[in-house]
């Protein structure tokens, strides 16, 4: 008998505290503290499925786009595809009438295959092939984003019929210090640059190319942005590059799109971008522009990848061993890593980190979470307060993995990727089985 046995009442004095801007919506602790979400255990999901293992909250991801609908009103979500994507995902994605962006063929195949209206997917690449961009045409894509010169004339060459694009331009909105990454400014590989004229240039090609139809503009500020204002900001030179269009070539281009990059808190304390500042701040940035170049109001489009999947995913991981190196840091080693999660490796990420198959009653150290591979820099997270007691077979979760996990997964050392599993109302179902070995090997070319 344990001592939450004989005392039930610690039941509710000891549960983990689940910070509900990190763990999934549905995230509790039942009475034995295991962890649970969309009513499973990650216990039971451990046991069934092997670990590790990626675990997606349904419940949060459809809430998540239905407060992105709710709260944009007026503006189109288009759910970008590359920080996660499944046929099941897609599905979800066309039940929530959202678009889909898309940057291969791969994802292309997937959203078909789960049911989203090619019309409403947009196409990315800076480096868009031949085949891609016919395989794209051919599907009924309804928009292209053009990013470089030279794909304007290939795209058009494989036209048999008009094509709605769109050309990506660079604000030059520069916003270190409100982002992980910046892809606004003009010194990197997407789009053109509006302050040199490229974008005008580039606009000029599109206009002359009778099968190319230009309905509007599209840019990208960078990736886990924080606040609001860069956005409006953007808004502001891309309208007035519309305003300068209509005056120079007669023009008039209705389609904003600002792209995404809509940040997510990974651990106490992170900042995540308010949804409603942000539309306070594109309301207040087309009143005023479009006011002052007399310009009507272009539709505009926003595409929210990871701030739809990122906090409905949990990785379930099993400890293998506990390390306490004299004098230096306690390693838990788990079975799995960098080949399931790059992005401590690539970028220096932190997450939170929690026992999921019991109530850690005791005291905590910090530890570095590290996984199975062999590559010094494989690592889960540094410095998490996890208890002191913790043992081999014990299941930890790691909150926030929905988006960039499964879709950078890798097979270092030739280890089989993670299923992914579906939790909602007290089911599980498995959305991709895991990798083996025989998947590994089927390849090979003998």
């Known amino acids: 008998m344990t001592l939450l046995d004989q005392l039930p009442s610690l039941h509710r004095a000891a549960p983990m505290r ?51 609908r709710s709260t944009l009103r007026g503006i189109r979500i288009v759910y970008a595809g590359k920080a996660l994507l499944t046929t099941r995902v ?62 304007i004339a290939l795209l058009a060459s494989q036209l048999r019929k008009p094509q709605d694009v769109l050309i990506r331009v660079t604000p030059n909105v520069d916003i270190h210090g409100h982002a992980a990454v910046t892809t606004g400014v ?52 891309i309208v007035t590059l519309m305003a300068d269009v209509r005056a120079r070539y007669g023009v008039l281009l209705s389609e904003l799109n600002i792209g995404g ?24 940035a087309l009143d005023t522009t479009c006011g002052a170049e007399r310009f009507p109001r272009p539709v505009v489009v926003v595409e929210p990848g990871r701030a739809l999947s990122a906090r409905a995913g949990v990785t379930v991981y099993r400890v293998v061993a506990v390390k306490h190196q004299p004098g230096g840091r306690t390693f838990v080693s788990v079975d799995g890593g960098m080949s399931d999660n790059p992005r401590v490796a690539l970028y220096g990420a932190r997450y939170t980190v929690t026992v999921a198959n019991r109530h850690p009653l005791g005291p905590t150290q910090p530890v570095t979470v590290v996984g199975r591979y062999c590559e010094a820099g494989d690592a889960i997270a540094h410095d998490v307060a996890l208890p002191v007691d913790l043992h081999p077979g014990d299941v930890l979760a790691v909150a926030c993995t929905g988006a960039y996990h499964h879709s950078m997964a890798s097979t270092f050392n030739m280890v089989g990727r ?20 025989a998947d590994l090997l089927l390849r090979d070319v003998n």
Request: net charge negative; hydrophobic share 40%; charged share 25%.
């Open 418 to 437: 993670p299923p992914v599993v579906s939790v909602r109302d007290g089911r599980a179902d498995l959305m991709v089985r895991r990798e083996t070995t």
């Open 261 to 284: 990059g809509h940040g997510v808190p990974y651990i106490d304390g992170d900042a995540g971008l308010d949804l409603k500042a942000l539309a306070e701040v594109i309301d207040d």
């Open 18 to 68: 689940i910070e509900p801007a990190i763990w999934p919506l549905t995230a509790r602790v039942d009475v034995d503290g295991r962890l649970c979400v969309g009513g499973v255990a990650l216990t039971d999901i451990a046991d069934e499925f092997g670990t590790p293992t990626y675990v997606l909250d349904e419940a949060d991801f459809r809430q998540r786009a239905a407060t992105y």
């Open 90 to 151: 897609a599905r979800w994605v066309a039940d929530e009438h959202l678009g889909l962006d898309i940057c291969s063929l791969g994802e292309l195949a997937a959203g078909l295959a789960g049911g989203v209206d090619p019309r409403r997917m947009i196409l990315h690449g800076n480096a868009k092939t031949t085949g891609e961009l016919r395989t794209a045409i051919d599907a009924g894509v309804g928009r292209i984003v053009i990013d470089c010169g030279t794909e």
């Open 186 to 237: 003009t010194d990197q590989k997407f789009g053109f640059a509006i302050d040199d004229g490229q974008a005008l240039l580039a606009i000029r090609r599109v206009l002359d190319q009778p099968m190319l139809r230009l309905v509007g503009l599209h840019c990208h500020l960078g990736s886990q942005v924080t606040e609001a204002t860069p956005y409006g900001d953007a808004i502001h030179r």
